[in-house]
Nanobody, 113 residues
Framework: QVQLVESGGGSVRAGGSLRLSCAGF????????MGWYRQPPGGQRAMVAT???????NYADSVKGRFTISRDNAKNTVDLQMDNLKPEDTGVYYC???????WGQGTQVTVSS
């Protein structure tokens, strides 16, 4: 089974930036949507951004204009650039491979005010 590995989490002050990376999605699928999800402390996991094989993107309203999802199909990576971070962006971020139904192990993002 394909294993997804996230990296790039950490702690940052409000207004700062972080870039998350996810490696290992199923490149063998002709059409494969990848996504980033976020689970805040004590909350439920929710979609942050998705991207299709062709590069079409979708974002949660709360991150539009601040986050950018991108992918490199040759390297099997999908990244999430997070700018102007807010304390409410704090949580564990997970990469998800829609084609394989596979989650990464998660990476912690903490934004302090």
């Amino acid at each position: 089974q394909v294993q997804l590995v996230e990296s790039g989490g950490g702690s940052v002050r409000a207004g700062g930036s972080l870039r998350l990376s996810c490696a290992g999605f199923a490149s063998s699928l002709e059409i494969n949507v990848m996504g980033w999800y976020r689970q805040p402390p004590g909350g439920q996991r929710a979609m942050v951004a998705t991207i299709t094989t062709g590069g079409l993107t979708n974002y949660a309203d709360s991150v539009k204009g601040r986050f950018t999802i991108s992918r490199d199909n040759a390297k099997n990576t999908v990244d999430l650039q997070m700018d102007n971070l807010k304390p409410e962006d704090t949580g564990v971020y997970y990469c998800y491979d829609y084609g394989m139904g596979t989650w990464g192990q998660g990476t912690q993002v903490t934004v302090s005010s």
